[in-house]
């Protein structure tokens, strides 16, 4: 299994980064085919072959990405794409 970690820092209000992490969502749900649902600060994601969360901090989100094997070869793409997405959203809100 592959596995994405990535952190961003914010300077958002809870209510501002919470709609900023449903705004990656959306997008990262729309590319990837993926159901997303909220657990309290976290965000769960999931589809076959792939599962993570994105957790809301007090001025951090960290998104974590599991890959199962055939996912895992397009972790770089992966990586590069959900990265930049996250800093548009938080960084240059």
């Known amino acids: 299994m592959a596995d994405i970690n990535i952190v961003q820092t914010h300077n958002l209000t809870p209510e501002r ?8 969502a959306d997008k990262i749900a729309r590319e990837y085919g993926l159901a997303c649902n909220w657990d309290g ?16 901090g007090d001025q951090q989100a960290a998104m974590e990405i599991n890959l199962g094997l055939l996912m895992g070869a ?7 794409k959900v990265t930049e997405k996250m800093q548009r959203v938080f960084a240059g809100a």
């Open 74 to 80: 397009f972790a770089p793409s992966i990586r590069a």
């Open 41 to 56: 600060d976290v965000l769960r994601f999931e589809r076959s072959g792939v599962n993570g969360a994105l957790t809301l």
């Open 17 to 24: 980064a919470r709609a900023a992490a449903q705004e990656v």
